[in-house]
């Protein structure tokens, strides 16, 4: 019977999704909620027997309506799980808001934020196009639009985990042409990052 209500509400429910592209803010983690849901049956035995086509359809509709940065970071991460899309292609959106408007550049950290929240091996993935994105986007930041992107794009990654933080920053470092002997103590790059530079 469960297995039945599951594939009889799945459609329904992917029809649906593109109507929350623009929920009201405290809408969001309900919305949220809804679309990992349906994507967690898809990618479970129960997935053979429903649409996959459709829900990805109705996945990126909904992304590319939304206004929203965190809620199209969240479908972006939940398409990157479904394989419906490359961690380069989520590292190509990141890079993206570095060539945007000014007012769009300052909510990369809300995009990061949802990308975490669906997807939490997405940021690790598309690493080094990721890092690569956000070092572009940081150098043709102002100052006052640095003081804005940096509490969000640093709490995005503060909620990854410690090795995860600690293998980015190795990342970083490697692309500064940084080695473990430059820093203090002999301490690892990446350590130090993850660590919150400690």
């Known amino acids: 019977f469960l297995d039945e209500l599951i594939e009889r509400s799945f459609a329904p429910a992917c029809f649906a999704m593109p109507n929350a592209a623009n929920v009201p803010p405290e809408e969001f983690d309900e919305v949220v909620a809804g679309v990992k849901s349906l994507a967690e049956v898809l990618l479970s035995e ?7 086509d459709l829900f990805i359809q109705n996945a990126r509709t909904t992304l590319a309506d939304s206004k929203s ?3 199209r970071g969240a479908l972006s991460g ?13 590292a190509a959106d990141v890079a993206r808001f570095a060539r945007a408007l000014p007012e769009e550049m300052v909510q990369c950290g809300d995009y990061l934020s949802g990308v975490r929240e669906t997807n ?3 940021l690790m993935l598309g690493a080094d196009g990721i890092v690569h994105a956000i ?11 640095f003081l804005m ?3 969000r794009t640093r709490g995005a990654f503060e909620a990854v985990h ?7 920053g190795d990342r970083v470092g ?5 080695k473990d002997d430059d820093a203090p103590g002999g301490t690892k790059v990446g350590a130090r990052l993850g660590a919150g530079g400690k």
């Open 46 to 52: 129960k997935g053979a027997d429903l649409d996959r």
């Open 69 to 71: 940065q965190r809620l």
């Open 78 to 90: 939940i398409l990157t799980e479904c394989r419906a899309q490359s961690p380069e292609d989520l």
């Open 120 to 122: 939490k091996t997405a």
């Open 135 to 145: 070092d572009e986007l940081l150098r043709v930041a102002t100052w006052d639009q």
């Open 149 to 151: 992107l940096l509490p």
């Open 162 to 168: 410690v090795r995860a933080r600690i293998s980015l």
């Open 174 to 178: 490697v692309m500064y042409g940084l």
